[in-house]
């Protein structure tokens, strides 16, 4: 089947086109500063589509899309797996406002858009937060009255669901076993990051939490801190604003070091740059040693994502501090560039390192078509 991978944002929609078949990609395409139409934008998302649908006319030579894979960030408590859409299941996905305040509303009116112009036209969603499911409420719930929960949903949702499930099954293929048996920990390091525990599977913990703040340092995020420190900085005169922008936009790595980008710390290599890739990898081999316990004991590490899959340099700071957990890594298969699933660690390690790039555009395509199929 040939689908029209959709991940719609307030002011911009980034597209592909697959062979869920073959995994083949027909075309892809990023439409920017959708209502900014002063600077030559899209008016909305109607008129972003208008341009996808030009882009597609040229490139597509006439094959028909038979169906759209949407990947929407929140699915709450509800979507354990990718559903067809349905007028209904777009009211569910807008409830979910709250929850996702910048991410499911631009996903719903990419929703529309398509059904506004292709009336007919399957749509799926998947869920970033689908595969976290099945993480036991020892896991998702905080310790803070339940009042919280009940009335406002807080608890643990996770995000990276769908790389994270791509990830599973590839990296139980390179193991050779069934994805039901894998038992391991996963590490998505992009500009957002997230580590998460599986076990037979299922996923049963996961460093992001209510929001894709918690958890590890990343690109602009800070991850964990003490929540008091929100307290005590909004009685110094910060406002929500300042916050959210101080948290989401300002730290991780750009806040120690200026750059969020880990290509331009690797290569300046100075003492900043240097004491803020400890400070990351310490963070995320913290959790590692924690999801090893969560999990009985992993049998497999794996990295993927941009930094995952591409710094050699991060990997090797994250596994040098696991000797605890008799992990080493072999620095030739390490350094070596590749963009297959492959294994990076010795024959001594306790248990093998990997290297398994993740697809979630493939994943929901593939996703897409398994529903569009079945209904
Ligand atoms: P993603 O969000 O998955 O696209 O990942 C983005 C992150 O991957 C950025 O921090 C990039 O600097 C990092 N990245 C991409 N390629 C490389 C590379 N060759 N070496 C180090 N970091 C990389």
Redesign the pocket.
């Known amino acids: 089947m040939i689908i029209l991978v959709i991940n719609s944002g307030s002011s911009s929609l980034k597209y592909q086109v697959r062979d869920s078949g073959t995994g083949e990609r027909l075309a892809n395409g990023l439409i920017e500063r959708i209502g900014d139409s002063a600077h030559g934008g899209p008016a909305d998302h109607t008129e972003a589509l208008d341009r996808v649908t030009e882009q597609l006319e040229a490139s597509l030579q006439g094959r028909p899309i038979d169906a759209v894979g949407h990947r929407v960030v929140h699915g709450g408590e509800r979507f354990s797996e990718p559903v067809l859409i349905t007028n209904e299941i777009i009211r569910a996905i807008e409830r979910l406002n709250p929850l996702a305040p910048l991410h499911n509303p631009a996903n719903v009116q990419g929703i529309r858009a398509i059904a506004e112009r292709w009336p007919d036209m399957p749509q799926v969603a998947v869920f970033d937060t689908a595969f976290h499911r099945t993480l036991p409420e020892h896991a998702w719930r905080y310790a803070v009255p339940d009042e919280l929960y009940k009335k406002f949903g807080i608890r643990r949702y996770g995000f990276h669901g769908t790389s994270f499930e791509y990830v599973t099954r590839h990296a139980a293929a390179l193991l050779g076993m069934p994805a039901e048996e894998f038992t391991g920990v996963l590490a998505?390091?992009?500009?957002?990051a997230s580590v998460t525990a599986v076990q037979n599977g299922r996923s049963i913990d996961t460093s992001m939490g209510f929001t894709p703040l918690e958890g590890l340092v990343m690109?602009t995020r800070s991850g964990d801190i003490d929540p008091s420190i929100l307290l005590f900085l909004s009685r110094e005169g910060y406002s929500e604003e300042d916050l959210d922008r101080l948290l989401n936009r300002e730290s991780g790595?750009k806040g120690l070091t200026g750059h969020?980008?880990?290509?331009?710390?690797?290569e300046s290599s100075d003492a900043v740059g240097t004491m803020a890739l400890d400070i990351a990898s310490y963070r995320l081999a913290k959790y590692i040693g924690g999801y090893h316990v969560a999990v009985g004991g992993s049998q497999a590490l794996v990295f993927t994502?941009?930094?995952?899959?591409?710094?050699?340099?991060?990997r090797e700071r994250v596994v040098n501090r696991l000797a605890a957990l008799g992990v080493y890594i072999d620095d030739a298969e390490n350094q070596k560039p590749g963009g297959s699933p492959r294994e990076i660690s010795t024959e001594e390690s306790a248990f093998p390192v990997l290297v398994v790039p993740?697809d979630e555009e493939a994943a929901i395509a593939e996703a897409t078509a398994a529903v569009v199929v079945s209904a």
Not at 260 to 266: A, C, K, Q, V, Y
């Open positions: 998505h390091l992009g500009n957002g690109g790595l969020n980008d880990m290509r331009s710390i690797e994502a941009g930094i995952g899959e591409n710094s050699w340099r991060f993740t």
